[in-house]
């Protein structure tokens, strides 16, 4: 029996572990994910971090390229931030009891009932794409929109005429234009060849119906 535990003893490490867990692992199991776990990472340096990623989206909506910048890593932050902006800037005036503009519920009912349809839409089709995959890239790309939004909400503070009206309906329309250009960029891939205009229809209409909303806002 003695001679046994002599044996264990000369045996390094056999009863013994290492409990210390790094506090930066890095992370390639799933392609996408961060390149370490955060579990231990100061809040301001993971905000920041977010902060960093949705901007880089909105970068890439503005300059549609790469393809995959918005399928890769998805959150919807962005376009949380997006609707709130156009429901609050397109949301009727309080002091009228009805001016014909939209309610901010209204506005949002729209934005994200309208990304759900597209989407369903999509996925029906035969889209090898997810779903939150594809309300990102629609919420995204609402970037435009907003942009010719505040164009237009700048506009209207000057003495209105027909100048002025062009130059919003330009403004919206270029909104427009490239709204669905970056969306049929990201999301054209997905889609089966023969079935990329049953697609981009909806899409289509989304935008439009959005942007429309915006060339009819008024300040009065």
């Not at 790309?141 to 503070?157: D, E, G, M, N, Q």
Request: glycine share 6%.
């Amino acid at each position: 029996m003695d001679t046994r535990l002599e044996m264990l003893d000369d045996v390094p490490g056999s009863l013994e572990g290492d409990m210390t867990i790094p506090s930066k692992t890095r992370n390639t199991s799933q392609p996408g994910a961060p390149d370490f776990y955060t579990l231990d990472e100061p809040i301001k340096e993971t905000i920041l971090r977010d902060i960093r990623a949705v901007g880089v989206k909105f970068y890439h909506v503005l300059y549609p390229k790469e393809k995959s910048s918005l399928l890769k890593d998805w959150d919807l932050w962005g376009p949380l931030v997006l609707c709130t902006f156009l429901a609050t800037i397109l949301q009727g005036n309080a002091d009228s009891a009805y001016d014909g503009g939209p309610e901010f519920a209204q506005v949002f009912v729209i934005v994200w009932i309208g990304a759900a349809i597209v989407t369903l839409n999509s996925k029906l089709l035969g889209g090898n794409i997810s779903f939150f995959q594809s309300v990102c890239v629609l919420g995204y790309c609402l970037t435009p929109v907003a942009l010719s939004l505040i164009i237009c909400r700048v506009l209207l503070l000057a003495t209105q005429s027909v100048t002025i009206f062009f130059l919003r309906l330009v403004a919206t329309l270029c909104g427009f234009v490239w709204a669905t250009y970056a969306s049929f960029v990201f999301l054209g891939d997905s889609q089966p060849p023969n079935r990329k205009p049953l697609a981009v229809y909806p899409i289509f209409l989304f935008y439009f119906i959005i942007s429309w909303l915006v060339i009819s806002h008024s300040s009065k």
